[in-house]
């Protein structure tokens, strides 16, 4: 079965970092690009941030940018998001998946995993 998890969330006050991780399993991420995604209760999902296969071309939200930043480790069959200057604005599920790095983000799939939960707040 072919799976990404996510993992690396946690409760974190404004300002801070976390580092989210996306893990595949089942099948070789190498050449896929891989989207991360967010919602927040009651808001429709939103892409946050995209990268491509090789690792050549990123996306972000006009939200994040600046703050967050995407990687990948094709070897390592993951991909990071990397949340620096954590706002409250930012807590959320968050997702990856695999996708087209259109309008930031665009999932290609529609079987989602758990998502890892980021908290922020004081």
């Known amino acids: 079965q072919l799976q990404l998890v996510e993992s690396g969330g946690g409760l974190v006050q404004p300002g801070g970092s976390l580092r989210l991780s996306c893990a595949a399993s089942?099948?070789?991420?190498?050449?896929?690009?891989i989207g991360w995604f967010r919602q927040a209760p009651g808001k429709e999902r939103e892409g946050v941030s995209c990268?491509?296969?090789?690792?050549?071309?990123?996306n972000y939200a006009d939200s994040v940018k600046g703050r967050f930043t995407i990687s990948r480790d094709n070897a390592k069959n993951t991909v990071w998001l990397q949340l620096n200057s954590l706002k409250p604005e930012d807590t959320a599920v968050y997702h990856c998946?695999?996708?087209?790095?259109?309008?930031?983000?665009?999932?290609?799939?529609?079987?989602w995993g758990q998502g890892t939960q980021v908290t922020v707040s004081s």
């Open positions: 998946q695999v996708s087209v790095c259109l309008r930031v983000a665009t999932p290609i799939r529609d079987y």
């Open positions: 089942g099948f070789s991420l190498d050449y896929y690009s």
């Open positions: 990268i491509s296969s090789n690792g050549g071309d990123t």
